[in-house]
């Protein structure tokens, strides 16, 4: 009995290769809108818990802010610093960034990055059926604008353009720029991203391009005179701040999503969803143990009976995150 072989040639290739590439984007298009179907729910992942790291991160950067005041306060060598910056007017040696600059620090500002955040935020919920992205992001911009509103306006720092006193902190005046509003809120409303990436790789890359924003936005506020370096440096780390804390805010957050849902529910008629269960999870390296919180999936409906995480069919939530 013969064996037959079977030669594929470059010819042969080249030949059907405009069919080939058809069929390619079509298969490549069909993969895309089924992907898109199948994402209509919340994603299985946890939400990030306070851990040992987390909460010697946060102790270090606390013991940063507070050294960053008293330096300040004492009229240190970094109250020289800022003044030597100052003094050189950064803006006056580059000239040719200026226009520039000053469009691209409008990504630190509060109004317009909010919005744009978001817009991006809301998308999310609407796909994956779930409140927590815009939950968690309200939350922290109000954590964000009580902790570095008070501070501003309690220590009441003049700008770089208001100054009067060559070499003084000009602390206890009339001025509010101490921490940098841009600063921080450009490591918040880009960190949040970060934060709330569903996939490992996806949070390094937005953590990288989160870093890159508030690095520059803070180097730009520094190159325009609008602040002082321990301004941006205050603000670093008051965002950070903010980021870190986010944990402890995640079962206010849950609580909050629930009560909206079943509002949602009342309102339009449906069955009240079920009672969230709290499942006890095995415990992780720091010896504490995490909670994983399980609710109906925001978008399901009396019209779609098969749909999972509908209100009125039992056994069907979906577990939203751990806290």
Not at 268 to 280: D, F, I, K, N, S
């Amino acid at each position: 009995m013969s064996t037959h072989h079977i030669a594929i040639t470059n010819e042969g290739l080249r030949a059907g290769s405009d069919k080939s590439t058809g069929n390619l984007e079509r298969v490549r298009t069909d993969r895309f809108l089924a992907r898109m179907e199948q994402e209509q729910k919340p994603p299985q992942v946890p939400a990030p818990v306070m851990s040992r790291t987390r909460l010697l991160l946060l102790g270090a950067t606390l013991a940063f802010y507070a050294g960053v005041v008293a330096a300040v306060l004492t009229t240190s060598w970094l109250v020289r610093f800022d003044w030597q910056v100052m003094l050189f007017r950064p803006y006056k040696q580059w000239p040719e960034w200026h226009a520039f600059l000053d469009y691209f620090v409008v990504l630190g500002q509060r109004g317009p990055t909010a919005v744009l955040i978001a817009s991006w935020l809301l998308w999310r919920c609407w796909r994956q059926r779930t409140m927590r992205p815009l939950l968690v992001f309200f939350t922290a911009l109000l954590l964000l604008n009580v902790s570095v509103g008070a501070a501003k306006l309690g220590m009441g720092r003049e700008g770089p353009h208001y100054a009067s006193v060559i070499g003084s902190n000009e602390m206890w005046l009339t001025g509010d720029i101490f921490p940098s509003g841009h600063t921080a809120n450009a490591v918040v409303t880009w960190g949040i991203l970060a934060y709330l990436a569903t996939t490992p790789r996806a949070r390094r890359l937005l953590s990288v391009l989160a870093a890159v924003f508030a690095l520059s936005v803070g180097a730009t506020t520094v190159y325009l005179g609008t602040h002082w370096v321990s301004d941006v440096l205050l603000g670093w780390a008051a965002g950070l701040l903010v980021l870190l804390a986010l944990p402890w805010f995640e079962p206010l957050i849950t609580r909050v999503e629930i009560a909206l849902l079943s509002l949602r529910a009342r309102l339009r008629g449906w069955p009240a969803p079920p009672e969230p269960t709290v499942l006890t999870m095995p415990q992780d390296g720091t010896g504490r143990q995490e909670h994983a919180v399980s609710a109906p999936l925001a978008g399901a409906s009396p019209d779609h009976p098969g749909h999972p995480g509908h209100p009125g069919h039992p056994g069907h939530s979906q577990p939203l995150r751990t806290h």
